[in-house]
């Protein structure tokens, strides 16, 4: 596919951009993001819902890539978010995102975070333990003050994903025990604050998940919780939150499941568990900007060893990409002046950071290098700039956004001067 992206002269084509007048332009590392596949993404979501004939709700999980442009753009799809911090809240309100299509995630929301929420009418707060139940009951003094709030459910079922990926099982710091009846007391104590509107129920099982099961089993599983909840409070949720977790493909052995097929198959259990379906709402986060994203970086140095693969080291790394180091996570890239040319080896990528683990990708094949070449590592839109770090105080790169060849400066590359603008002699 990649191939396809190439021009003429054999240079990386991004939404129509020369990837290598991108990196001259703003310099490298850079995060390029190609938006009209960001829409794409969101636009096959809500057509399988729409296919399937459920009432439904599309909120980007906006931990995956969390900047001013990117809420701009998800407000224009006119899809929710998710925030899981008072950062993202604020940043999405100066991004001028609408407060009642916000969702509030997260394990440990303090009380400020609450009241912000709160202050700002976000759309709904996601309950997940008793202190927060507690803490925002405190915060809504009167009457009038009213939230939307949902439930946020371990129903002990597992991903398999890696284990930092995983949500759903029993034993999981987020949400509420099904099992063990924390999830009948915390819907006891929502439903008797007439100050909170219990929206519904919410579970999220992993991330970088592929086949469609854990996905139904959820389904299923939300729809008997449901029934229960029924019997025991006579309350039928409003909506079913089924969280987010899709993968992609970041090299050939992924397989990932399509919008549809993961859709129309939970489209069908609903309907076989329950007559009055309630409305779906789902989290995806990495499906949306993950394979939108690029990162150009520079190649500097080399150091070749007797009989095993070359270092070829490029001027970013773990401190732009953490997923390989953290995560094991496999990329893929090309030479973005060389499309097109043979490979003639096989080199590690590495990184320039002080740490041996700092490997970008373990084996890539390439065309004949050198220095001052432009690598292009794909699909790094999820979880890159927004878990980037001034490790070795390398400045974070910028982020620039393609559309129709247009490129637009989002993020500006941080420098020297940022770095110890926070310090304070001694
Ligand atoms: N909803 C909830 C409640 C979540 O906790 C998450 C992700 C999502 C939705 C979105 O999941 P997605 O569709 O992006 O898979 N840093 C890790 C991923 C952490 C995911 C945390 N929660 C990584 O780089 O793989």
Redesign the pocket.
């Known amino acids: 596919i990649i191939d396809e992206l190439a021009s003429k002269n054999g240079h990386l084509m991004i939404g129509g951009v020369d990837s290598v007048d991108l990196a001259k332009k703003y310099g490298t590392p850079l995060y390029v993001f190609d938006v009209a596949s960001i829409r794409s993404q969101i636009r096959k979501f809500k057509l399988a819902f729409e296919q399937a004939g459920l009432k439904y709700q599309v909120s980007y ?1 906006s ?2 890539f969390a900047v001013k442009a990117i809420y701009q753009v998800m407000k224009q799809e006119d899809v929710h978010i ?1 925030v899981v911090s008072g950062g993202e809240l604020y940043t999405a309100l100066a991004a001028g995102f609408p407060s009642d299509k916000i969702s509030f ?1 997260g394990n440990n929301k303090s009380f400020e975070e609450l009241e912000m929420a709160v202050k700002n009418h976000v759309g709904v707060i996601m309950l997940d333990n008793f202190h927060e139940i507690e803490l925002l009951a405190r915060i809504l003094k009167t009457d009038d003050e009213k939230i939307n709030v949902m439930l946020r459910l371990t129903p002990g079922i597992s991903a398999h994903t890696h284990k ?2 995983q ?1 759903g099982q029993t034993d999981s710091k987020f949400g509420f025990d099904v099992e063990s009846g924390q999830a009948k007391k915390a819907m006891q104590l929502v439903l008797e604050n007439k100050r909170m509107n219990l929206l519904g129920i919410h579970a ?1 099982i992993g ?2 998940i592929f086949g469609t099961q854990g996905f139904i089993m959820l389904a299923k599983k939300m729809i008997e919780i449901a029934k229960n909840l029924q019997k025991e409070f006579n309350y039928w949720p409003q909506v079913i939150n089924l ?4 993968g992609i493909s970041y090299n050939e052995a992924d397989d990932p499941i399509t919008a549809q097929e993961f859709i129309s198959q939970i489209a069908n259990e609903l309907k076989q568990s329950c007559d009055d379906v309630p409305e779906i709402w789902i ?5 949306i900007v993950g394979p939108a994203g690029y990162t150009l970086y520079t190649i500097g140095s080399r150091k070749d060893i007797p009989n095993l693969p070359p270092y070829i080291s490029v001027d970013g790394g773990m401190g732009d990409n953490i ?1 390989p180091a953290l ?1 094991q ?1 496999k990329y893929e890239a090309v030479v973005a002046n060389k499309m097109g040319q043979e490979n003639i080896e096989t080199a590690h990528i590495a990184g320039k950071y002080c740490e041996s683990g700092d490997i970008l990708i373990d084996k890539q094949e390439l065309p004949e290098t050198k220095v001052g070449d432009i690598l292009a590592i794909l699909d790094t839109g ?2 890159g700039y927004s ?1 980037a770090m001034n490790y070795n105080r390398n400045p974070r790169p910028a982020v620039v956004f393609v559309e129709n060849g247009q490129d637009k400066l989002v993020v500006k590359r941080e420098n020297y001067q940022d770095l110890i603008s926070l310090d304070r002699d001694y």
């Open positions: 999980a931990k995956a998710d995630h930092y990926d949500t999220h991330s970088q969280g987010g977790g899709f989290e995806p986060g990495r499906s997923r995560y996570a999820a979880y878990m």
